[in-house]
């Protein structure tokens, strides 16, 4: 990915700005951690609102128990810069030629959690989406993980698919910000949470990364089976934008506060992921960062039953949305190189760090 406008790093560093004191948040980790309970007794952590009792092990549509699971916790290169960093053997890689040590060897400290509440039909993670790849791993594995990663050099903690684990993750961070965790925490999920389960994280998350998948209903219905997507997206988006407002920048040109919305450009969709730009840009202007994804790869399985899902975005396709966005004067967005629709970006989910 490239960015597309002057790299904002003249706006405030958040480093330096001073992260809560951890003692103060005491009582509202407390309040928090009751939550976690309740969300985990009748779960409604996302809008699909099974009620299943996960902590006796029930599983509700995402297929998880309260117990964690994850697939692979390592240094990430293939997000956004921003999020990234400009590290050795990524696509930053040219990027990084010349820039001080500071801006090299870097990575998202991201962590893939198993199971999904979406599991759109197009799903390029689908092995930990459905559960099948990874391990359990405790509250106290999670926590020293994310210090590892930090240890590693991590720009911050990337966090995918968090949303079935949310209260957990809200103890642990917790907990691993009191044992010294100081670099940023990225909530990298599919736009499909419900507003409670945010609220959970408010003040222990300071990016959201969220995808906008859908506006249309039918599109929600048929892909992903959650025709109500487009209403919890703009309900989630809302809460996400209350709680990171503006969009920071260290010196370094990465990011340590804000919102970037991902949409992912689908076959023959270039009207919906306009749709989705306009309704982003119209709602938040420049406060919140769109990222306007190409790298749609068809799956196995998925072009069988919708053969309109059975090839790749064409350059043509990726030019007119982005066209489209560039005449609305929306500069505050990432747009993708091409060839980025391989699968081999899709790391190996074969339990890293864990
Ligand atoms: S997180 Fe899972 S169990 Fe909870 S409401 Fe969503 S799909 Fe259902």
Redesign the pocket.
């Known amino acids: 990915m490239k960015l597309k406008t002057d790299r904002p790093a003249a706006k405030a560093d958040r480093d330096g700005a001073g992260r809560p004191e951890i003692s103060g948040q005491a009582a509202g980790r407390h309040e928090r951690l009751s939550a976690c309970d309740a969300e985990l007794r009748a ?4 809008p ?3 009620g ?1 009792n ?1 902590l006796k092990g029930e ?4 297929g ?1 128990t309260a117990e964690i699971r994850a697939a692979r916790a390592a240094l990430h290169f293939w997000e956004e810069p921003c999020i990234s960093g400009y590290g050795e053997g990524s696509p930053q890689d040219i990027l990084s030629a010349g820039l001080p040590e500071s801006r090299q060897r870097k990575g998202s400290g991201t962590v893939f959690f198993s199971g999904c ?1 979406l599991r759109c039909v197009y799903c390029q993670n689908r092995e930990i989406a459905a559960g099948k790849a990874g391990r359990e791993i405790t509250q106290e594995r999670l926590a020293e993980i994310f210090l590892e990663l930090q240890e590693q050099g991590a720009c911050n903690i990337n966090l995918v698919t968090p ?2 684990y949310i209260p957990q993750i809200a103890g642990v961070l917790g907990k691993a910000r009191a044992s010294g965790l100081g670099i940023p925490v990225v909530c990298n999920c599919g736009g499909y949470e419900s507003v409670r389960a945010l609220q959970l994280l408010e003040g222990l998350v300071d990016i959201y990364l969220t995808d906008f998948k859908y506006l249309d209903p039918e599109a929600a219905c048929q892909y992903s089976a959650a025709p109500d997507y487009p209403s919890a997206a703009r309900a989630a988006l809302e809460e996400m934008v209350r709680q990171a407002p503006h969009a920071v920048f260290n010196a370094d040109g990465l990011m340590t506060a804000g919102v970037i919305v991902r949409h992912l450009l689908l076959p023959g969709r270039v009207r919906d992921a306009c749709a989705v730009a306009d309704y982003v840009y119209d709602t938040y202007g420049d406060a919140v960062w769109l990222s306007l994804m190409r790298q749609y790869t068809p799956m196995k399985g998925a072009a069988e039953q919708y053969p309109e899902l059975g090839r790749t975005v064409t350059a043509r396709e990726y030019s007119r949305w982005v066209r489209h966005v560039t005449d609305r004067g929306i500069s505050n967005c990432f747009i993708q190189e091409r060839g980025t629709a391989r699968e081999s970006f899709i790391p190996p989910f074969d339990g890293e760090g864990l």
């Open positions: 779960c409604r952590l996302c699909r609102a099974c299943a996960r599983t509700g549509y995402c998880m509440n949303t079935p």
